[in-house]
Structure formats: C-alpha cells, structure tokens
C-alpha cells in the first residue's frame, strides 16, 4: 500500500476565516451600537464582539449570513476564473 503525498500547490487552510476579513469592516462601518446590531440580526452581543475582538476564527456560516444580512447583504454564489485545478493520480 503506497502512502498518499499532498501536492505542493495544494491550497493551505487560512489562520482565520476570509469572510471575516470582509464582514469586520462593514460592522465597524455601521454606527449602531453592538446591542442593536444584534438585536437587528438575531445575533448574541456576545457574538459580535467575540468576533471583533479576535476571539472566534472560524464562525458558524449561517451567524456570518444573519450579520451580512443586517447589513443589507445576500450571499449568493459567484463564479471565479481562476479555479484550482487538482492533477488526480489513480495508483
């Protein structure tokens, strides 16, 4: 039995959740306090500044959907050119 070995332009897991990155602004840019944004979006306050102080790093999708659609956001799928395409071996 031969031992699988990753290829070296597999994609590497990020340290934190990219679509964090992208909804972190849009919460601080919106001036209502903590308690109404989650009032708002069915989130706990907890929640919210959990994510604002750095203390979660990969979130719940469906949280991350709730806070974009407080915001006046839909997630929607969205095509890429550039996708990764894997060389599969058969042994």
Do not use: C, H
């Not at 959740?17 to 306050?45: I, W």
């Not at 006046?72 to 042994?91: F, H, I, M, T």
């Amino acid at each position: 039995m031969s031992k699988n070995t990753w290829s070296k332009d597999r994609p590497q897991k990020p340290e934190r959740d990219p679509m964090l990155d992208d909804l972190l602004p849009l919460l601080a840019a919106d001036k209502r306090s903590t308690f109404a944004k989650a009032n708002v979006s069915g989130l706990s306050a907890s929640t919210l500044n959990n994510w604002q102080n750095g203390k979660v790093r990969r979130p719940q999708g469906v949280s991350i959907q709730m806070a974009y659609r407080m915001l006046g956001y839909e997630l929607k799928p969205v095509p890429v050119s550039n996708v990764v395409q894997l060389n599969r071996r058969r042994a």
